[in-house]
């Protein structure tokens, strides 16, 4: 009798055990979901903003373009610059639609996913808008000014210009992927924001890695 109330006393122990082990990760996956949702939130709510800037960037280089047809460096130049920054407004457009879609009651792997494509997308568009730098110096020529600038004058344009294609190139390699782990990157993800992305992403984390352990070792957590 006494090894059978042992035997009931123990399985209710467990049943209690597993009861409390639930409820657990019921609590830190709703105060996960509900920082990386937080977080998320915020993230989309300043890239709108920056799209919206983008749009009108986009929107008053057109107007010169437009207006101004008959110089061919400052069509050329302003000409490219404006398509950078179409191609940058596009794919915003593109991660506030992913992130919209975002559904928490998917599964995490899935909506790990979706931020991790918008974070990889948003660092790509980052790195190629820094070689549009460049042209922001070659807009003003002018036919007259091409054919009669002196050679110290052009030395000196040529100067400019190497240097700000040689920085725009370092930091578009400084700035890859690859590097993540990299103080340029943390810096710049800090700066422009997209180190929310990354919070989010690594709360869910959190979950899978919680839940992972609570399955496979339930009497250890």
């Known amino acids: 009798m006494e090894e059978l109330d042992l035997k009931n006393a123990w399985q209710s122990y467990d049943k209690k055990l597993d009861q409390l082990l639930e409820v657990n990760f019921q609590q830190l996956k709703e105060l ?22 983008g ?14 047809r008959g110089n061919t460096y400052f069509s050329i130049s302003v000409g490219l610059i404006f398509l950078f920054n179409v191609f940058a407004v596009a794919l915003y457009l593109r991660h506030i639609i992913i992130l919209s879609q975002i559904n928490f009651t998917d599964s ?16 790509q568009v980052g ?4 070689l549009q730098t460049p ?5 003003w020529y002018t036919e007259e000014l091409v054919q009669n600038g002196g050679l110290a004058f052009w030395t000196i344009q040529f100067v400019i210009v190497a240097l700000l294609t040689g920085l725009a ?41 919680f839940k992972k352990e609570k399955d496979l070792y339930p009497n250890k957590i």
């Open 32 to 53: 996960k979901t509900l920082k990386a949702k937080s977080k998320i939130s915020s993230f989309k709510r300043d890239h709108i903003f920056v799209m919206l800037a």
């Open 55 to 68: 749009v009108a960037w986009v929107c008053f280089l057109g107007f010169f373009l437009y207006f101004i």
């Open 108 to 123: 995490i792997t899935e909506t790990q996913r979706k931020l991790v494509q918008v974070y990889t997308s948003y660092v």
């Open 127 to 130: 790195r190629v808008l820094l």
């Open 135 to 139: 042209f922001y110096c070659t807009w």
């Open 169 to 209: 190139v370092y930091m578009f390699r400084k700035l890859s992927l690859k590097n993540k782990s990299g103080n340029w990157v943390k810096r710049t993800d800090n700066f422009f924001g997209s180190e929310k992305l990354q919070n989010a992403i690594a709360f869910l984390d959190e979950i899978k890695e």
